[in-house]
Structures are given as C-alpha cells and as structure tokens.
C-alpha cells in the first residue's frame, strides 16, 4: 500500500483547531478524516483503517491517553500523535511509552506535524507488514499437527533427531517423517528459516508434555 492511500484521523473537541489542522493536510494532497471527540471516532473505527491518528490529549469525556488505551484493546495499531496546549512532561512521557510517535504542543508548525505525519505513515506501513508476516506465518504453523510442532519446536532448539526421539519416546524413524512434513507444511527451506518461523510464531517456546 501507498504512503498516499493513509488517512490522517484527526481528533479534537475545538472545531477551529480540526479546520485548521484539516486544511493544513489537505493542501498536502493527503487524505484526512475529523471527530470531535474520542468516543465518535471509536464508533467510526474500522480494522480496515491505515494512517495516523493526530488527537489532543486534553478533552472532555475520554481523553487522548485513554482513547491510545482504548486502541490498543481494539488492536488498533495506527500511530498516534499527540497535540496538547499545556502539556506536562509525566503525560508526554507516559504517551511516549505507550507508543505514541510524537507529542507536540500547540501552537504547532506546519512542518514540525507534516514531519510527524509522515513518520507516523512510515510506521504505520511497517506496522502492517509485520502484522501481515505475523499472518502468514501462523497460517503455515496451523497445518501442523501437535506432535510435529513438538518435534518443530525441538528442532529449532537444536536437538538431532535421536534426542528428540528420545525426549519424546517415539522412535527416530518417525522424528524424520515428522521432520519431513514439516519442511513441507511450513514451506520453510532449510533450518533457518524454520527457527525464524518458530521465533515469528512464538513456537521456539512451545511446551510439550511426555
């Protein structure tokens, strides 16, 4: 996807500041959509929405630190800026640490918030093709039976095929099998790849039980 396919989700409870900042970005040729407060914007939130979200921290009703507490239980995983008139460093470091990419204090510059816009756009695209590869690779992992990925998950530890054998009480003629299929299922073409699978996967911390 384009960086000029992302939307600017603007947020704020002052109709002069939303017309503003709207302008401002749209003489950018980027796209922007404004709420007036966090709550209307929930009820608009769709998982298929890109971009960044550019939002005031100090509103009435849910706040702009809860509205990033908010995204993250829908799994929204759009960058968020924070603008604020009187913003104090406790709150700017606790946005921070919550993932926000900026926090700017008003009035802002024009190039101070493109800038964080368009770092925010590149965050956002990485965002996406992690989550996207995360997908992918749990779709290859859900082919495998319990058992392989319990030989999987002992294989990437670096266990030969006797240990495993062993460990599981089966014997090293049906470890190989299994070690076949799962080259097959995950489409994983040597080692390397399969340890990076399981890592993606959480599988290298798979428990198995005797």
Do not use: W
Not at 12 to 34: H, P, T, W
Not at 75 to 97: E, H, N
Not at 159 to 170: G, H, M, P, R, V
């Amino acid at each position: 996807m384009s960086l000029s396919e992302f939307t600017v989700f603007i947020i704020d409870d002052d109709a002069a500041v939303r017309r503003s900042l709207k302008l401002l970005i749209e003489q950018e040729n980027l796209r922007v959509q404004d709420f007036d407060n966090a709550e209307v914007f929930l009820k608009a939130l769709k998982p298929d929405f890109t971009g960044c979200i550019v939002t005031d921290i100090n509103m009435p009703g849910m706040d702009g630190l809860q509205l990033q507490e908010a995204l993250y239980h829908h799994q929204c995983t759009m960058p968020v800026i924070f603008l604020t008139g009187y913003g104090t460093i406790p709150r700017s470091v606790r946005a921070i640490k919550a993932g926000a990419v900026d926090f700017l204090t008003k009035p802002i510059t024009r190039e101070k918030l493109l800038v964080s816009i368009r770092a925010a756009f590149v965050e956002c695209k990485k965002l996406m093709e992690t989550n996207r590869h995360n997908c992918e690779a749990k779709s290859r992992l859900s082919k495998l039976t319990e058992r392989e990925k319990e030989v999987m998950a002992l294989v990437v530890q670096g266990f030969s095929s006797k240990e495993i054998a062993t460990q599981l009480d089966i014997s090293h003629r049906t470890v190989e099998i299994h070690r076949g299929n799962i080259m097959h299922k995950t489409g994983a073409a040597n080692l390397l790849e399969l340890a990076q699978l399981a890592h993606d996967t959480e599988l290298d911390d798979y428990k198995y039980s005797n």
